[in-house]
C-alpha cells in the first residue's frame, strides 16, 4: 500500500494510545475513545457509567461520558475542592507516545495559531474523533473543563474545532494532549491561504440568493394584483403603482444578484466563447428593457400596451438560476473540504537529536516546518522519515511506496539515501538531513501536481457546448419573429420578439446540468464517492462509453495492496514448520508467511520450539522442533532466494529452479524452501489481484475502453498481472517513475487527442498522473497527496466503488440529456407560440416556472444504481468506518 | 382604494427588514454549520455552551 495507509495507521495507534491504554486499569470498550477519558473527566469519586460492551464506534460511550459529566457537574455544585483538583487532574494529563508538545513550538504557532484579541489565541483543529451529538457536547465543555480555555465551537460537518484560550494560562500542547486523552487526538486543520475568501464568497453567494427570493417573491405578488386587475379592472394610479414596484424589485434582482449572469457573459464574450450565460443575459436584458420602456411609455400615453411587462418572469427567471448555481456549488464546496480535510492527516512533527555541549544527545519534538538541512532526525519504526536524507545511523526496512508504489520493503543501510514519505519498518535509525519541504522529492512531486493541475483544459459542459446554437437559434427566431408581425407595426413585432427571448431564456437548460449533478453529486456522496466537479461526471461517462483510455496503478488500486502467499508446490508437511520459523521474523515476507501458512497465535509458540534462527539478506534458516520435545524430529528448515540457498549449501534440483522461475514468469516473487538440505517446496509470494478487477477490466475492454497498467513495479510482476487480468502485453507499463507516468499520459493524449484519459491510482507516485489525466480518480487507502489531485476519491475499499462510479456518471449523463430534452422541448413549443404571437405575459409566467419544475424533477431522476448496491450503500452507512481517519462522508 | 399607499410602504418596510436580518445572519455565520446547532440545543444545560464565534 501507500505511505498514506501508514500515516493512518500511526495516527491511528496514536488514538489507541490516547484513548483506551494509557492509564491501564479501565480498559471500557474498543471504540477508541472510552477508557481513559473516563478517568480524566470523572476524576471525583463519581461513579461511571456502567461499562457495557460498546459496538457503536463512538458515540454510546461518547453518551456515556456525557452523562459522566452530568454527574460530575452536579458533584461540582456540592464542594468547592473541585475546581482545584480538576485543573490538577487536568494539568496532569501525562505525555505519552504522542505529547503534542510540537504544538507549543514557535513555528507551529507562527503557521496555525492566530491572536484573538488581548491575551487570547485562536486555532482551528481537526478531530477526526468526532462522529456525533454526544461528541459535541463533551468536546464544547472544554472551557468548563480546562483552566484557560475561553471558548470552544466545533464545526460538526467538516470537523474543525475552534479553540480560543488565553497563552498564559495554558499551553496548546495541554488542550491537544486533553482533547486526545478525551479520545478526539487533534491535529493542526489544514488551512488554504483562500479559506476566508471563501467562506466570505460562500456567504455573499447566500445572502444573494436570498435578495433574489425576496424580490422574485414580491414581484410575483404584484404581478397577481396586476393580473387580477386586468380581470376585475384596477384603477389606472394603482395599476400604474404596482409596476413601478415590480420595476424597482426587478431592477434590485438584475443589478445585485443577476449580475454574476452578466458577468459571467461578459467573461464568455471577452474569450470569444458561449456560454449558457450569453442567451440568459441576453433574454433577461432584452425584456427588462422592453418592460421598462413599457412602463414608463404608458405613463406618456405612446400607445404601447402596459400589460405586456415581463418583470414577474425575470425576477422569477433569475431566482431560479441562482438556485441551479448555488446548489452546484455548495456541492462542491462540501466534497473539497473533505479533501482538505485528509491533508491534515501528515504528521507534522520530527524527532530532532541535538548534541549539547556536555557532550550529550537530545532528541525533541519540532514541527516538520522548522527542520533545517544538515540538522539529525530520528525515525522510530512506523514513523515517517520527515525529510530527504542520508542514513547516519542504523540501517531497517523501509517501505518507499510513496515513490515506487511497490509493496516489498526495501532495505537501506548507512549511507543510503532516504527520500520524506517513506516509512521505517523495522529498526529506529537516524538521518541527515539533505533537503526539505518543497526541495525533497516527494515536495518536488507535489510542485509536478500543481503544475499539472493549472495546466488542465477545462471541461465545456454539455450545456455550455449548446449555448452558441441556442443563441444563434434565439436571435435568427427573434429575426424571424420581426419580420413576420413587421405588417402589424414595429411595436407589436417586438413585442412579440422579446416575448420569444423571454419565454426561450433558457432557464430549465440553465437548471437542467447543475441540479442533475448536484443530485448525482450527493447521491455519490453517500455512496462514499467523493467528486469534485460535475465536468468529471461527463467526462468519465464519455471514457466509459468507449472512448476512453484508462490507466491504473497496480498496487493497491488493482491489486490488494498486501503480500499473500499466492501458491505453494510441494511437500505440505513443512507447511507448519517454516510458519514457526518464519513466525519468529518481524520481516513483513515473513509475516505474510507467517499468517498465510495458518499459524494462529496458539500454537506460535507452545507446539513449535525454534532453537536457532539467523536471518541474512535474502531469506531465513533455523532449526525448528514441531509439537514440545517428544517424538517429532527437529527439522533444520531454509527459505529464501535461490542465492541464499545456494550460500547455505543446499543442493537445488533443477526441477525446482524451473518452477520457480515458472512462478516469477507469473508475477510472483519465488521463495524456495528447503529442509534438511534438500529443497522440498516453493512458495510463490505475491500481491495477489483484486477479485472485482478482472470483472472491471472485462467490463471496460467490453465496452471499447483501454485498459493500461502504469506501475512503478518490475515490469515482470506488471505482466504477470497484465495476463491475469487479460489486459494486453503492450499495455502493461512496469517500472514507471511518477514523473514517468503524468508523462505517459500526456504523450497519449498528444497521440490521441479525442479519446479522454482516466488515471486511477492511489499512491503519490500517482499523484502526478491524477492530476495529468481528463479525470483522477484516488481509490480508497489513497495518499492525501494524490487526493488533492483526483478529481473522485472513493471512500471504500476495492474496484467495486469504481464500477458504481462509471455507471452512475453514464445514467447521470443520460438524465442530462433527457432534461435538456425536456427543457429544450418547452423553448421549442414556447417559441412557436411565441412567434404566432400567443404568448403573454402570464402566459410566460406560467410557462417558465411549468418548465423548470419539470426539468427540475427530470434531473432528480440521476444517479439511480441498482437495487442491491443501494443495500449495500445502507450497510455502510451504518457501519463506522473502521479507520478513524475517513471523516464519514455520508453526513 | 387609497390604503394601498399605506400599506405598500409598509410591506417594502417589512421586506427590507427581513432582507437585512438575512443579510446579517449568512454574513456573522450562522449559515456555515448547519448540522451542529441542531445537535447544540439538544443540550440542556446552556450556560456551558459558547456561541459560535465567527472571525
Redesign the interface.
Known amino acids: 500500500m501507500t505511505n498514506a495507509t501508514h500515516n493512518l495507521g500511526i495516527l491511528r495507534d496514536h488514538e489507541a494510545h490516547g484513548g483506551s491504554g494509557g492509564h491501564g486499569g479501565s480498559k471500557g470498550c474498543g471504540c477508541g475513545c472510552s477508557g481513559k477519558k473516563k478517568e480524566v473527566a470523572v476524576p471525583l469519586n463519581v461513579q461511571p457509567a456502567a461499562k457495557k460492551p460498546c459496538c457503536c464506534g463512538g458515540s454510546c460511550s461518547a453518551r456515556a461520558i456525557a452523562q459522566d459529566m452530568q454527574a460530575q457537574r452536579e458533584a461540582a455544585k456540592r464542594t468547592e475542592v473541585v475546581e482545584a483538583e480538576r485543573s490538577q487532574q487536568s494539568q496532569a494529563v501525562p505525555a505519552e507516545r504522542h505529547d503534542f508538545s510540537e504544538f507549543d513550538d514557535a513555528a507551529f504557532q507562527e503557521r496555525y495559531v492566530r491572536v484573538a484579541g488581548a491575551g487570547t489565541r485562536e486555532v482551528d483543529l481537526f478531530v477526526p474523533g468526532v462522529h456525533c451529538a454526544s461528541c459535541l457536547r463533551v468536546i464544547e465543555r472544554l472551557p468548563s473543563l480546562l483552566p484557560g480555555v475561553v471558548s470552544a465551537s466545533l464545526d460538526l460537518s467538516r470537523k474543525i474545532l475552534r479553540v480560543r484560550w488565553s497563552q498564559e494560562r495554558q499551553s496548546l500542547s495541554a488542550i491537544a494532549a486533553y482533547l486526545g486523552s478525551m479520545g478526539y487526538p487533534p491535529s493542526p486543520a489544514y488551512r488554504a491561504a483562500s479559506e476566508d475568501a471563501r467562506v466570505r464568497d460562500d456567504r455573499r453567494q447566500l445572502v444573494r440568493l436570498g435578495v433574489a427570493g425576496l424580490c422574485a417573491g414580491n414581484v410575483m405578488l404584484i404581478s397577481f394584483a396586476l393580473y387580477g386587475g386586468q380581470f376585475e379592472g384596477m384603477d389606472d394610479v394603482t395599476a400604474q403603482l404596482m409596476r413601478y414596484l415590480s420595476l424597482a424589485f426587478t431592477l434590485v434582482c438584475l443589478a445585485w444578484p443577476g449580475a454574476i449572469f452578466f458577468r459571467g457573459a461578459w467573461h464568455a464574450l471577452r474569450a470569444r466563447t458561449v456560454t449558457m450565460d450569453v442567451p440568459i443575459t441576453l433574454g433577461l436584458f432584452a425584456a427588462f428593457a422592453w418592460s421598462t420602456i413599457a412602463t414608463i411609455a404608458r405613463t406618456t400615453e405612446s400607445g404601447v400596451t402596459a400589460a405586456d411587462i415581463y418583470f414577474d418572469s425575470l425576477s422569477m427567471l433569475t431566482f431560479f438560476l441562482l438556485i441551479g448555481r448555488f446548489v452546484q456549488h455548495r456541492q462542491q464546496r462540501r466534497a473539497q473540504d473533505s479533501i482538505e480535510l485528509l491533508f491534515s492527516l501528515t504528521p507534522a512533527s520530527a524527532r530532532v537529536v541535538e548534541s549539547l555541549s556536555t557532550g550529550e544527545e537530545r532528541t525533541s519534538k519540532r514541527p516538520t516546518s522548522s527542520l533545517r538541512v544538515g540538522e539529525v532526525v530520528e525515525v522510530l519504526p512506523g514513523d515517517v522519515v520527515p525529510a530527504d536524507g542520508v542514513l547516519c545511523r542504523g540501517s531497517s526496512q523501509f517501505n518507499t511506496a510513496i515513490l515506487t508504489g511497490e509493496s516489498m520493503p526495501t532495505t537501506l543501510a548507512e549511507g543510503d539515501t532516504l527520500a520524506a514519505g517513506v516509512t521505517n519498518l523495522s529498526r529506529p535509525v537516524r538521518v541527515r538531513v539533505t533537503a526539505t519541504g518543497i526541495d525533497t522529492r516527494v515536495g518536488q512531486l507535489m510542485k509536478l501536481v500543481a503544475e499539472h493541475s493549472s495546466r488542465r483544459a477545462p471541461i465545456v459542459l454539455l450545456a455550455d457546448k449548446l449555448a452558441l446554437y441556442f443563441l444563434i437559434s434565439m436571435l435568427f427566431l427573434a429575426g424571424v419573429t420581426v419580420a413576420i408581425w413587421w405588417h402589424a407595426g414595429p411595436a407589436h413585432a417586438i413585442l412579440n420578439a422579446i416575448a420569444l427571448l423571454i419565454v426561450s431564456c433558457p432557464c430549465g437548460l440553465g437548471l437542467a446540468t447543475p441540479m442533475a449533478m448536484t443530485v448525482a453529486l450527493g447521491k455519490a456522496a453517500k455512496q462514499r464517492l467523493l467528486i469534485k466537479g460535475g465536468s468529471a461526471i461527463q467526462v468519465l461517462a464519455h471514457a466509459a462509453d468507449g472512448k476512453g483510455t484508462f490507466c491504473f496503478d497496480k498496487t493497491g488500486t488493482l491489486t490488494q495492496g498486501r503480500l499473500r502467499l499466492t501458491a505453494w508446490t510441494g511437500d505440505e508437511s513443512t507447511k507448519p514448520f517454516l510458519a514457526a520459523l518464519e513466525s519468529q521474523s518481524p520481516h513483513p515476507i515473513a509475516a505474510a508467511l507467517a499468517r498465510d501458512l495458518g499459524v494462529s497465535s496458539a500454537n506460535k509458540g507452545t507446539n513449535a520450539s525454534v532453537n536457532s534462527i539467523s536471518t541474512i539478506g535474502g531469506g531465513i534458516c533455523g532449526s525448528v522442533r514441531l509439537g514440545g520435545a517428544q517424538a517429532q524430529p527437529s527439522a533444520d528448515i531454509a527459505a529464501g532466494t535461490e542465492r541464499f540457498l545456494l550460500s547455505q549449501g543446499v543442493a537445488i534440483d533443477a526441477r525446482w529452479t524451473h518452477e520457480a522461475q515458472r512462478l516469477a514468469t507469473q508475477g510472483w516473487s519465488p521463495i524456495l524452501v528447503a529442509r534438511d538440505g534438500k529443497v522440498v517446496a516453493v512458495a510463490a509470494l505475491g500481491d495477489p489481484v483484486r477479485e472485482e478487477a478482472k470483472d472491471l477490466v472485462h467490463h471496460l475492454t467490453n465496452r471499447g475502453a483501454n485498459v493500461v497498467i502504469l506501475s512503478g513495479d518490475h515490469p515482470h510482476v506488471v505482466r504477470g498481472i497484465a495476463l491475469q487480468l487479460g489486459v494486453p502485453e503492450e499495455n502493461a507499463h512496469g517500472h514507471v517513475a511518477p514523473e514517468a507516468k503524468a508523462q505517459f499520459i500526456e504523450d497519449s493524449r498528444a497521440r490521441q487527442p479525442d479519446r479522454k484519459f482516466v488515471m486511477v491510482g492511489d499512491g503519490v507516485n500517482d499523484a502526478a498522473a491524477l492530476a495529468a489525466a481528463d479525470v483522477g480518480i484516488a481509490v480508497h487507502g489513497g495518499a492525501e497527496a494524490s487526493l488533492a489531485a483526483a478529481d473522485v476519491y472513493c471512500a471504500d475499499a476495492g474496484l467495486t466503488p469504481l464500477r458504481h462510479l462509471l455507471d452512475g456518471s453514464t445514467q447521470t449523463m443520460r438524465t442530462v440529456r433527457l432534461a435538456l430534452g425536456v427543457s429544450l422541448f418547452y423553448n421549442v413549443v414556447a417559441s412557436a407560440l411565441s412567434m404566432a404571437g400567443y404568448v403573454s405575459p402570464l402566459l410566460a409566467a406560467v410557462l417558465m416556472p411549468v418548465a423548470s419544475i419539470s426539468t427540475v424533477a427530470v434531473a432528480m431522476m440521476s444517479w439511480r444504481l441498482p437495487a442491491d448496491s443501494n443495500r449495500q450503500d445502507k450497510a455502510n452507512e451504518n457501519l463506522d468506518p473502521e479507520d478513524g481517519a475517513c471523516p464519514s462522508f455520508s453526513s | 382604494?387609497s390604503v394601498?399607499?399605506i400599506m405598500?410602504p409598509v410591506?417594502l418596510l417589512l421586506?427590507g427588514a427581513?432582507?437585512v436580518a438575512?443579510?446579517r445572519s449568512?454574513?456573522s455565520?450562522q449559515?456555515?454549520?448547519?448540522?451542529?446547532p441542531a445537535?447544540?440545543m439538544?443540550?440542556d444545560?446552556v450556560s456551558?455552551?459558547?456561541?459560535?464565534?465567527c472571525?
Open positions: 382604494m394601498i399607499f405598500i410591506a421586506a427581513a432582507a438575512f443579510g449568512v454574513l455565520g449559515y456555515d454549520d448547519l448540522s451542529g445537535v447544540r439538544l443540550d444545560d456551558d455552551v459558547t456561541p459560535p464565534n472571525p
